[in-house]
């Protein structure tokens, strides 16, 4: 038997406590410090009390942060072989929804289990990067080069794509599609064969323009040009210009913020929360939050690249563009970069579906992580 082979017995084979120490505490602890600003945030959104919103985003972490740690001691092997069941149970979700589902704002994302409201749509996401991990882990340069063999993954991506915008809630939809391109590309698929998907999707925008709802239709028109209806459609994107330009290079302090506390700023606590730390802390607060999310991402890709298996290196990596697309569109969001889209900040927004998808998210990050070392049998996933 090789050194080497010795060595990957060796590292495959701890237990329990081994396994803890595998474990990133570096790592944790920044989710730590981000769901610190969170607490923060929402205390503030709550008039400078931990009710309504702090109290329950410190428990719901608290929980979430004992499930990912679960996650991460169970092997990464077994993982793989629920992938599928994962994506299947996801998408009888996404058809619940639609069937029965809680309707909210105009839209129909919620559905009630157990006492508990979950958005499937949210946990859609990671199953998805789950199936396309597990589709192309050991695919080989001839199979990625053969057009018939990347039909059903992208029927995978498609299928909940398309029941996320029957919903409708088209956010979460652009996410999904782009997480599930990013996992094409960190797989080995040219880049012209996703380009191609994309222009088709592009040329179908305009016949997709004529079946949004008009509420969409509103968002759309109110990105191009928010004066129009400044106590309307645009009165939130242009408050949150307010707010944010208020805050100057150092914020107002915390409290402290007059768009929110006088209750001019629209969602406060969820979609526009960003908003409200960039007024109370400034723009250098701002950057420091827009930092320990860049660290966060990166550290993602990092555990992919020093993952041994390609099932973890794109599960990882799937995970950490989830995380960043979740960022990347609600600041886009708040700033009027983008038009709204009812994105949460991850880890920072109100909300219970959303944290505990990052935490499973997170949970299966941190398993890769742990066991990237392990070796993938024949017959594994």
Known sequence: MSLLERRLIRETSFGLTGKLWRVSWSYVLLLSALAGVGYVALYSAGGGSAEPYATRQVLRFAFGLVLMLSIALVDIRFIARLSWFAYAAGIALLVLVLRMGHVGKGAQRWIELAGMQLQPSEMMKIALVMALAAWFHKASWERMGNPLFLVPPALAVALPVALIVKEPNLGTAVITAAVG???????????????????????????AYGHLHDYQRARITTFLNPE?????????????????????????GFLQGTQSHLSFLPEKQTDFIFTLLGEEFGLVGGLALLGLFVLITLGAMAIAVRCRHQYGRLLALGIGMNFFMYVFVNVAMATGV??????????????????ITVMVGFGLLMSVHVHRDVQFGDDET
């Open 228 to 252: 129009n209806d400044p106590l309307g459609a645009g009165y939130n994107i242009i408050q949150s210009k307010i707010a944010l330009g208020s805050g100057g290079m150092w914020g107002k």
């Open 181 to 207: 391109a990013s996992v094409f590309l960190a797989a080995g698929v040219r880049w012209w064969k996703v380009g191609l998907a994309a222009a088709a999707v592009g040329l179908a925008a305009p016949v």
């Open 338 to 355: 983008i038009p709204v889209g009812g994105v949460p900040l991850p880890l920072i927004s109100h909300g219970g579906s959303a944290m």
